[in-house]
């Protein structure tokens, strides 16, 4: 290994990618089992101006980040309706608004006299400038937030299966449902400095895909994306420093090339 | 006198604006098989969502066994109407089943054995041991609707809330089924309440007969109910009961797309 771990921004892209795989593994099983593809894809948009807003005002964009996801996990949330259920005015106007953050994302890079590369380090990820401060930050994310989906885990699976049964039996079906948006925006949060805002469904889709393709028990579900997530994101990390292919490229075919074996897997040996 | 499972006393539920019914007095015995008729829209889901204490009162009360209605009570066991399982919901029957027992409780859903006893033996009395381990998107119409009443019954119930469950079923599904849940009720002494659109494969063993239309809700003896004049008043279409050569009695009629909403302005 002719020194993989050998400099300091190696050690902190595989600290930081660690951590982000492992909350963005466990987090995707419950987004794909609950079909909130979209709504992921949506607060990565979101994204977008807030990691610029915080290179703007001199706080770290993984602070921009959170905060703009959280604000748009709540937004989300207050519609009171599923946005992956497919209302026609609704998403035409969702549609309109992850334009326009697009638009003030562009609007805080010019504002901050950065150019292309602060952009692309936002849209694609920029795991190899992570600092000192963003491995902690997303530390404390990660762990806060795998605590609490720990803390949520079976009524949220009870919720996102089988809502109406749920709701009789006490679970608190709408308050999950907010609860989860927010560990999903946070997960997006430190998932965009990896992966960038365009990029994020590799680590926060793909894996939770496959694991539902190879497994229909929960606990081994959220095991599998996990172990996906990581392993994806080690492999790309390693790929990327020795051959100069961008990471982003690496993670996201890693992460395709997961589903798909997953997918034959299944076809060629049914349960 | 036998002990009073459901007692619901002047009752009335307004959603939006709108009153769904009003003036509700019922009550039902302990074990009693209760059939659940009306036309479409008239309030039969949330008549049974009332009494799970999902949709709240207006006016008067509720009591289950004795006790005000409170939502999430092991007591009462729920299978609301709905369409099939999404094909490609990948989560196990037997997982499902569980979740009617736990899945209410904080924490991550690793095994336990003795939830899984529990499951076992549920499955094993509606017989659905076979596929317990397919997912239940898999799983056929009959067999998603056994696994459904399993996960009613895990946490013991002494009543069952059932919306619907022989809709969309084929014939020899809609008897197994039927045959299912009067056993239930008939050997554990739980008290069914069961919404039907078609009330032919219960009518057999039907204590009671439930209808909800133009606001009310009033119940009787299934021989009081099940007439042509009586079922015409209440479904505003020609509704004919026949009796066949060996004695049981059949509906006949297109009572499906009738919609009441007499409180609208």
Redesign the interface.
Known sequence: MGGLLDFHFMQNAYAAGTLVALLAGAAGYFVVLRGQSFAAHMLSQVGFPGAAAGALLHVSPVLGLLVFCAAGALAVGGLGRDVDAGDRTQSAAIGSILALALGLGLLFVRLHGGGTQLIYSFLFGAILGITDADVQVTAAVAIAGLAFLAAIGRPLVFASVDPDVADARGVPVRALAMAFLLILAISVAVTVQIVGTLLVFALLVAPGAAALQVTARPVAGVAISVAVAVAVTWAGLALAYFTDLPVGFLVTTLALGAYAAARTARVLVPA | MQELALEITNAAVRLGGRTVWSGVDLRVGSSEFVAILGPNGAGKSTLL?AL???VPLSEGSIRLFGKPVR???DA?G???Q?RR?DPD????AG??VR??L??????????SAEHGRRVDAVLQMVGASAYR????GELSGGEQQRILIA??LISGPRMLVLDEPLESLDLNNQQAISELIRGICREQGVTVLLVAHDVNPILPFVDRVVYVAGGRVLSGAPQEVIRTDTLTRLYGTPVEVLRTSDGRLVVVGQYEPVSHHPHDH
Do not use: C, E, M, N
Request: glycine fraction near 14%.
């Open positions: 969502k799970l204490g999902v939502r999430g009570t009462v729920y299978l609301p709905r399982f919901l990948r989560i196990r997982d499902l979740l009617g736990d899945g209410d409780r904080w924490g991550l859903p690793l095994p381990h397919r997912p239940i996960q009613a």
